[in-house]
């Protein structure tokens, strides 16, 4: 993991931590999504979930607070990353930026 990787992944295991719903969520899940975020793809598929509905309702049993301030419409690793003020690092290489919420490179 490079240096810019691993603020990235601290950044984002501090905000799931700070919103994790008990122990395991703060020790076990949110350094595993915050790891997990760094893919390629998109969160719900290297999270191993079929969509990003079952996506949704892993945030929101883990996670409840930060689930219900997520709009609706923007992808929950579009919406981790802006909460850390940074952009994920498959932005830049992802067909879906004209179909994800305000997904626009700067």
């Not at 899940?29 to 999270?47: I, T």
């Not at 996506?55 to 923007?74: H, I, R, T, V």
């Amino acid at each position: 993991m490079n240096a810019e990787h691993k603020k990235m992944y601290d950044a984002l295991t501090q905000l799931l931590a700070s919103y994790s719903v008990n122990d395991f969520a703060k020790k076990n899940l949110a350094p595993h999504v915050a790891l997990v975020s760094l893919g390629m793809n998109h969160l719900y598929e290297d999270m191993g979930f079929e969509s990003r509905t079952q996506m949704g309702l892993f945030m929101l049993e883990n996670f409840p607070e930060l689930a219900k301030q997520k709009p609706k419409e923007k992808l929950w690793k579009k919406f981790l990353y802006e909460k850390i003020d940074a952009i994920a690092p498959a932005c830049a290489n992802c067909d879906d930026q004209l179909t994800c919420f305000r997904c626009v490179m700067p």
